[in-house]
């Protein structure tokens, strides 16, 4: 395959980056011209940001599974889409051809409708990292059904309050997990987390670790059986086909829920069209991907990162994606350099945090590795600081590949702001510049445009978008309210993405955190007021308050002052249930790092809660604590910053 739209040079960059300022429309209508359409657009956008409505491609017909599996069969049916590499370094590697991913798409699609499953239906996947995970979401992809898949981590009632929130009616699990040394029996999470479902009407349940499981009769179904019955019903002289659902370029293709500032998590909304055009566009750029390279992104599928950039893009694009079950440090802290080198990766993408992590264990596990065949490196989830840059770029990269830091979020589909390898210089700690069609900008708290500079000619604030691009968040499912007042109703007319940023007088950006209340704990989203809510739930707990510190492999820790009822019980142990209690309720992710039992918090007169304090505390700040004259008891401060852990 061959990719007209690839940017090669950075003045082909600045040139596509005014073009498509200058005409959106024509811009993504030539680089939508490659793709497979049943039916070409009748309007390439149209947009407001009051509601917000976004449409891109509008009255195309399409299905994302032509793009990426059907269109590559003729020429490259026997190139490997998948190369999965299994948690257990011994176990045999599974290579998925186009031609073998097609055929397992398409029996699953089979599947999907035998059970019931139609156009719109939603289906849950809750599954560990094995292929079978990718021909779920094609599958329902194929079918048109959306599929909303939530990460292994996440506990039975985290699963619950989803499930309930998408009114999915299917499930397709398995009956356990390998990550590192552990087994998570998945298929006895989800069989808690129906205790009270009245939506779901089957369950697939895929065999991976053997582990025993109870199926329920008339509900839950083996993958396997159903796998070979719709073999017979669909073979037809020795091939098998789908026929894929033809969708509308704005119908809603998967839901991925995510945290907040506020209550329970949003089902972001994304649509096929738009994203599928983004993600494949940022897939080739930002990673200058060349036919035949082979691509590893360690992300999980269960985050927007491994949707986009091992599933959907990379196969778009035709490439050969990576797919890893297990951990960074399993069996031990050389497995990504092991894996580089058994697959001869050429794009390793991956978090600050695995590499702050990596790092923690030495050069050692990197002795007697070659990483030759590295040519680019990505980093995404967070802002990375140097040093963990610099570690990446010399003992990884040794020093010849290019890094590129991707900024992006769930909301946002794919790539906004990133270098592109090789092509847009690289800076440490900085995503640099905007992809074409992305036009960021900062305000201040009111929602101007901020034109002060620092010392250094850094303006600071808050990072807005003034446009759509094509892979924008639709809506937040069942609730199209929440999507306004999330992120188009601070500052109106753009899209607010709750990042702060400078921005220097070259136009680079470097974004620099969370400025609402919203922590990024490893490159996992998690919102405090969640938190809290899952330690009230704790029957010894009156009231709590979390926030985030600076976290040396994390990024950022969790930290929670509590206040006690059982004043006279044992600490420690109040603390432990505290830890289970948040691991029921929302999963192992989202335990605190540091538990301060504290008689009362920072409160305003009318009753708020002063966390910014707090999180100076949680710091390990004792002096500056700014103005405390407003609060109801200001004598508190003092005496829970005498109290910090
Ligand atoms: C938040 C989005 C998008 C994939 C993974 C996270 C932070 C993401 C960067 C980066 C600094 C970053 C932001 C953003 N973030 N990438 N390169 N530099 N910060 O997806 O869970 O939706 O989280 O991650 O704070 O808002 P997510």
Redesign the pocket.
């Known amino acids: 395959m061959s990719y007209p739209y690839q940017i090669t040079s950075l003045e082909q960059y600045q040139e596509a980056y005014k073009k498509s300022l200058e005409d959106p429309e024509k811009f993504w209508q030539a680089v939508a011209e490659n793709f497979q359409w049943r039916k070409k657009w009748d309007n390439v956008l149209s947009w407001n940001f009051s509601q917000p409505k976004v449409e891109w491609f509008s009255g195309a017909k399409l299905n994302i599974t032509e793009n990426c599996i059907d269109r590559h069969l003729a020429v490259m049916g026997d190139k490997p889409a998948i190369i999965w590499e299994p948690n257990n370094p011994e176990e045999r590697t599974r290579v998925v051809t186009y031609n073998r991913l097609h055929k397992r798409v398409c029996q699953f699609a089979q599947v999907l409708k035998n059970n019931g499953v139609k156009k719109g239906d939603r289906v849950c996947i809750y599954m560990g990292m094995v292929p079978e995970l990718a021909y779920a979401i094609l599958g329902c992809a194929r079918i048109g059904a959306i599929h909303s898949v939530i990460f292994g981590g996440f506990s039975a009632q985290s699963i619950a309050d989803r499930l309930d929130d998408a009114q999915a009616e299917f499930i397709v699990t398995c009956d356990g997990a390998y990550r590192g040394g552990k087994d998570i029996p998945l298929k006895s999470v989800i069989d808690d987390a129906l205790i009270g479902n009245k939506t779901i009407k089957k369950v697939i349940v895929y065999t991976r670790t053997r582990t025993p499981v109870s199926m329920i009769k008339g509900r839950d179904v083996w993958w396997e059986d159903e796998m070979l019955f719709a073999e017979d019903q669909l073979e037809k002289e020795g091939t098998i086909n789908f026929p894929a659902a033809e969708m509308d370029a704005e119908d809603p293709l998967f839901i991925l829920y995510?945290s907040g500032s506020t209550g329970k998590p949003k089902g972001v909304v994304h649509s096929c069209a738009g994203y599928m055009v983004w993600t494949t566009y940022t897939f080739v750029n930002v990673f200058n991907y060349q036919p035949g390279d082979i691509h590893f992104c360690t992300?999980d599928i269960g985050?927007?990162?491994g949707h986009s950039y091992i599933v959907y893009g990379p196969l778009s694009a035709g490439a050969t994606s990576v797919m890893f079950e297990g951990i960074p440090t399993w069996p031990d802290a050389g497995r990504f350099w092991d894996i580089v080198d058994k697959y001869k990766v050429n794009i390793l993408y991956t978090a600050p945090t695995a590499i702050r992590s990596l790092m923690g264990f030495g050069n050692g596990p990197l002795q007697g590795k070659h990483l030759d065949s590295l040519k680019i490196l990505g980093?995404?989830?967070?802002?990375?600081n140097e040093e963990a840059w610099h570690w990446y770029d010399e003992n990884v990269g040794k020093k010849k590949c290019p890094i590129v830091?991707?900024?992006?979020?769930?909301?946002?589909g794919g790539i906004l702001i990133?270098n592109l390898a090789g092509v847009t210089p690289s800076r440490p700690g900085w995503?640099t510049l905007p992809l074409p069609g992305v036009q960021p900008l900062l305000v201040d708290d009111q929602g101007n445009e901020v034109q002060d500079k620092d010392e250094n000619g850094y303006r600071k604030g808050n990072l807005c978008i003034k446009a759509p691009w094509p892979s924008i968040l639709r809506t937040t499912y069942g609730d199209h309210e929440r999507c306004r007042t999330n992120y188009f109703a601070a500052y109106p007319n753009l899209y607010f993405?709750?990042?702060g940023a400078l921005q220097d007088e070259a136009g680079n950006f470097r974004?620099t955190?969370?400025v609402d209340d919203?922590l990024?704990v490893s490159?996992?989203?998690i919102g405090t007021a969640e938190v809290e809510n899952a330690i009230n739930m704790h029957a010894g707990v009156v009231e709590s308050a979390v926030v985030g510190y600076p976290h040396d492999v994390k990024g950022q820790g969790i930290y929670a002052f509590v206040i006690d009822s059982n004043t006279h019980g044992d600490e420690e142990l109040t603390r432990k249930d505290i830890l289970q209690t948040v691991t029921r309720i929302i999963g192992p992710i989202a335990k605190p790092d540091k538990i301060q039992f504290v008689n009362g918090l920072p409160k305003t007169r009318s009753g708020k809660i002063m966390r910014r304090i707090l999180r100076k505390i949680a710091e390990g700040e004792t002096e500056n604590l700014g103005d405390i004259t407003t609060l109801l008891d200001p004598a508190i401060v003092a005496e829970i910053s005498k109290g910090r852990v």
């Open positions: 995510t992300a985050w927007i990162t980093t995404v989830g967070e802002p990375i830091d991707t900024w992006w979020q769930t909301e946002t990133s995503a993405t709750g990042d974004i955190g969370r919203v990024n490159g996992h989203r």
